[in-house]
T-cell receptor, first 116, second 112 residues
């Protein structure tokens, strides 16, 4: 019962370094999402992928890129990290909207990223 | 656009007290409504949901009723425990869309 798995769990970077956050889900979900969570700011959507082969910008896409590698995997890349990107990053997945209406999201446990 | 407003925290209660966390929404059409809970160091997890007006979602002693006339989905629990200390998020999703709209979250502290 892995659900949504994120790696790494913790990471410290220097300004200007690049890194990729990995996310994989084993629930055969069509849709996947990347959020960041900052104190007092709630959850903010960075990018999402409604289905394999598509990606779209969310509220705060600047400074990030994503890749929907296959149906299971959705990665988030920081090309040149900045201190403002220090945050906790969550990946989530959900089934497509069906007869049961809008489906809930399933979240990973997050990646805690600090940029010095 | 669609939005969710929930009461600001933190909310501090003694064990066995009654809990209410208010949530109201603005949306077109007939959204589905959710409550998620986030324990320290973890991701959000679904607590309960309701998909149409007058539906009551319930789980682990928590309840919320989808009130279309007041556009509300308030979370209640009759007797909280220390283990209920967490952040609670109200959220909505609309048919035809892919994005969930989250409230800002309400932190609950329960004292023994």
């Amino acid at each position: 019962n892995a659900g949504v798995t994120q790696t790494p769990k913790f990471q410290v970077l220097k300004t200007g370094q690049s890194m990729t956050l990995q996310c994989a889900q084993d629930m055969n979900h069509n849709s996947m999402y990347w959020y960041r969570q900052d104190p007092g700011m709630g959850l903010r959507l960075i990018y999402y992928s409604a289905s394999e082969g598509t990606t779209d910008k969310g509220e705060v896409p600047n400074g990030y890129n994503v890749s929907r590698l296959n149906k299971r995997e959705f990665s988030l890349r920081l090309e040149s990290a900045a201190p403002s990107q220090t945050s906790v990053y969550f990946c989530a997945s959900s089934e497509s909207v069906g007869t049961g209406g809008f489906q809930p999201q399933h979240f990973g446990d997050g990646t805690r990223l600090s940029i010095l | 656009g669609d939005s969710v407003t929930q009461m600001e925290g933190p909310v501090t209660l003694s064990e066995e007290a009654f809990l209410t966390i208010n949530c109201t929404y603005t949306a077109t059409g007939y959204p589905s409504l959710f409550w998620y809970v986030q324990y320290p160091g973890e991701g959000l997890q679904l607590l309960l949901k309701a998909t149409k007006a007058d539906d009551k979602g319930s789980n682990k002693g928590f309840e919320a009723t989808y009130r279309k006339e007041t556009t509300s989905f308030h979370l209640e629990k009759g007797s909280v425990q220390v283990s209920d200390s967490a952040v609670y998020f109200c959220a909505l999703g609309n048919t035809g869309g892919f994005k969930t709209i989250f409230g800002a979250g309400t932190r609950l502290f329960v004292k023994a």
